[in-house]
């Protein structure tokens, strides 16, 4: 098990608060004995009475048509082999998870018992009249095939083994925009397929409906060459067994366009390599190491385009950019199976969204300038949000033009919208952010390393590669903690400001110069320069970190206080304000101020608005600003109503670039339909607000805890914003998962910050710097 899964963190993982990682959750009101007598009897026999006139009603009155059965044996789990259905579950509760964030899909995940192929069909046809389709996981070949194509053929819904299919979809996309790249035909390739397993099969099954000549492909197993005179030689094998006379996948390798890897680690070497043809294309997809080493391989050709099955190196073929989007579109016409067709029309979505220029928040996402269609990018990445709309729409097209869809969609706009608004970006922004911290992770000093929770941070953040920690405090207090908890933090610089006398003197002497006419003395100095939350701040000053986290054991006030002191208001903003990032189920919300400024003019409010405006655009978010009251536009008089009206009216006035607009209510600045019904004039008619301003630091206080408690809203926060170096303060008691986000905000405000600076000095906002 690798560095970043540990064994205990994974088991903790899967264990802690509710066992697992999927649950029911009702989608109709439950609250009162009507809505109960509805649910259940009697008012549930009219849908029942309904479906047994038509059977298509099921899809109107039940969750069939958004619901799909995971269903292994557990004879083929992911690495591990046959471990039996018990100990796949993990897994299948795994994709299940997939299937929901990333296509809003409903899963029942289901382990069967049973290596008997009669038998696992007879169970799994017996259960199609609760489901709208069925993904088929981890069964080994050669049963897996038959068991698909049994099912395929008896039952009328989607069913795909997503072993087979999942990959050949998303590596025949990446092949198609290979050959076009290096400009060679699909009819003329000369292919090597190191594998001859389910996924091996089926790729090559694919890459031959998109053009490829079996003529020109040569297929190894662990026998070597897989030849026609072979002795024995089962029906799936000979499929694409040769008439070459050659044994060893050395000897297929040579002068060959293509190689496919679909077997174990580091069976292909840089000879075999060299001996390839010109403008080789290599996927070596074996998981977790591929059959060559990405770096060796390029080394080795500079001449190659190489696709892994890894995250940390480009063209990535992952089957999350498939499975997830193919059975949307197919639930969404309720088609009675998936075929080719279907699995083609999602290839060439695949690959032409690799060509289409990218989001910028895919480019944040890998902290990259401009992601584009070349060598190093032939695919999509998979938090490329476009995926939902491009698959799934190309996948219900396929199905009604080749006559298994059982719906017809004819306002494809319409749809395409539906399945936008059925992700929210709460979790995706998390994600992208991460991705984005992880691709330069900053020096970041912890103020408060004498805690279990900062520590167990520290080492996610370093595992993860997201952050360098540097953890300040008692080194023996500290050691202790990580010895008691098993923690694992070798070489994390751990640092005692107790027994540094010449940095303290050096950052004393500094606070000194700025805080001396405001009542401090240099031994003044040297006192605070004792609290760690002084010389953490002083470290970022002296750029001896490059961020700060603290304030879990401390109230705000004495965590912000030092920062003030030691880092002061970046030049460009007028004050500081706290920012929380609401991740609910409709997407991110930000709230400010909810932390800083008590009681703001409406001067101060307009600052405030002005530095949430520039920090949500940081993540890639364009700003739809409300400011709220308990006022709807003039409807009501009083001190706090008049002071948000004439701060939106100073907005308007002097920063018309900015979305802004109130005062107004909290229910009308969410709810976009409330708002167009009652106030069509509003610059925020068109669509929801997703930046709430608060009048005072009391009603954003409180109403961000409620959202938390009663609304079931991750809080992540408090970003502190308009400091002249990134100092982060978590909440008085936050979990470790809450430190983590924090601290990858961090990460990324640093970059953002670096790359301001940057295009400064290149002369981008204004004349070259000259040294």
Not at 404 to 410: F, G, L, S, W
Not at 439 to 466: G, H, M, S, W
Request: proline share 4%; aromatic share 6%; charged share 25%.
């Amino acid at each position: 098990m690798s560095k970043t899964t540990r064994k205990q963190d994974a088991l903790d993982y899967h264990s802690q608060g509710r066992p697992g990682k999927i649950q029911v959750v009702p989608t109709k009101p439950t609250t009162s004995q009507r809505d109960l007598t509805l649910a259940y009897s009697p008012g549930v026999a009219e849908p029942c009475l309904k479906i047994a006139e038509n059977k298509e009603d099921v899809y109107k009155y039940t969750a069939k048509g958004n619901l799909v059965a995971v269903i292994s044996n557990g004879t083929a789990v992911l690495g591990l082999g046959d471990i039996g259905p018990e100990a796949g579950k993990p897994v299948m509760e795994g994709k299940g998870l997939l299937f929901k964030i990333f296509a809003d899909i409903d899963v029942f995940d289901l382990e069967l018992d049973t290596k008997n192929v009669d038998d696992f069909v007879k169970i799994v046809k017996a259960l199609e009249p609760t489901f709208g389709g069925v993904n088929l996981e981890d069964i080994k070949a050669p049963e897996c095939f038959e068991i698909e194509r049994r099912l395929k053929e008896e039952m009328n819904i989607p069913v795909m083994h997503d072993d087979q299919h999942g990959t050949a979809i998303i590596s025949a996309a990446a092949l198609l925009n290979a050959c076009e790249i290096f400009k060679k035909k699909m009819d003329k390739i000369k292919i090597v397929v190191n594998g001859a397993g389910a996924a091996a099969i089926s790729c090559t099954k694919l890459y031959v409906s998109l053009g490829a000549k079996k003529e020109n492909i040569v297929m190894c197993d662990r026998s070597g060459v897989i030849r026609k005179d072979r002795e024995v030689l089962d029906d799936i094998k000979a499929e694409f067994a040769t008439d070459r006379k050659i044994n060893t996948l050395a000897e297929a390798m040579k002068d060959s366009d293509v190689f496919i890897g679909l077997s174990s680690a580091d069976c292909v070497t840089a000879e075999m390599l060299t001996s390839m043809a010109k403008n080789p294309i290599v996927f070596a997809m074996a998981n977790p190491n591929p059959e060559i080493a990405y770096e060796l391989a390029i080394k080795t050709r500079k001449d190659i385009i190489m696709a892994t099955g890894r995250s940390d190196y480009p063209n990535q073929v992952n089957n999350v950019l498939g499975f997830p989007y193919i059975f949307r579109g197919a639930l969404d016409v309720r088609a009675t199976g998936i075929n080719e067709p279907m699995k083609i029309a999602a290839v060439k979505a695949i690959a032409e969204l690799a060509k289409k220029s990218v989001p910028e928040a895919v480019n944040l996402a890998y902290n990259a300038r401009n992601l584009k269609f070349g060598k190093e990018y032939i695919i999509p990445k998979p938090v490329d949000f476009r995926l939902i709309t491009e698959v799934s729409i190309a996948v219900a097209k396929a199905a009604i033009e080749s006559g298994v869809a059982r719906k017809i969609i004819t306002d494809w706009d319409a749809y395409s919208e539906e399945l936008r608004k059925r992700l929210g970006l709460d979790d995706a922004i998390m994600r992208a952010i991460t991705t984005k911290a992880k691709t330069d992770p900053k020096r970041v000093v912890f103020a408060e390393a004498d805690n279990y929770k900062i520590l167990k941070a520290a080492q996610i953040v370093n595992d993860e590669n997201i952050a360098i920690p540097i953890l300040l405090g008692n080194k023996d207090k500290i050691q202790a903690i990580i010895d008691e908890h098993g923690l694992e933090l070798e070489g994390v610089e751990i640092i005692d400001q107790m027994q540094n006398p010449d940095k303290t003197k050096q950052y004393a002497e500094a606070l000194y110069q700025k805080r001396q006419r405001k009542g401090v003395s240099l031994t003044d100095a040297t006192k605070l320069l004792r609290d760690r939350n002084y010389y953490g701040a002083s470290m970022v000053e002296f750029g001896e970190a490059d961020a700060m986290i603290s304030g879990l054991t401390k109230n705000y006030g004495s965590t912000i206080k030092p920062a003030l002191h030691v880092i002061g208001v970046d030049p460009s903003v007028k004050r500081v304000a706290g920012m929380y990032m609401m991740m609910t189920k409709k997407g991110p919300v930000f709230f400010g101020d909810t932390t800083v400024n008590v009681d703001p003019t409406a001067e101060e409010l307009v600052d405030i608005t002005l530095l949430l405006d520039k920090s949500v655009k940081q993540f890639n978010i364009k700003p739809r600003i409300a400011l709220l009251s308990y006022s709807n536009f003039g409807s009501n008089d009083g001190i706090t109503p008049n002071k948000v009206r004439e701060t939106v009216n100073l907005l308007h006035k002097n920063h018309p670039e900015v979305i802004v607009d109130g005062e107004m209510q909290g229910n009308f600045a969410i709810n976009n339909e409330l708002l167009k019904d009652n106030f069509p004039f509003s610059t925020l008619a068109d669509a929801p607000a997703n930046t709430l301003v608060f009048p005072n630091l009391e009603s954003g206080n409180i109403a961000y805890k409620l959202l938390q408690e009663l609304g079931g809203a991750e809080a992540v926060g408090p970003i502190l914003l308009g400091l002249n170096k990134p100092v982060h303060i978590v909440q008085l008691g936050s979990s470790v998962r809450e430190i983590v986000n924090m601290v990858t905000i961090a990460v990324v405000d640093v970059q953002a910050k670096e790359e301001i600076a940057t295009s400064k000095r290149k002369g981008i906002f204004g004349k070259t710097t000259k040294k």
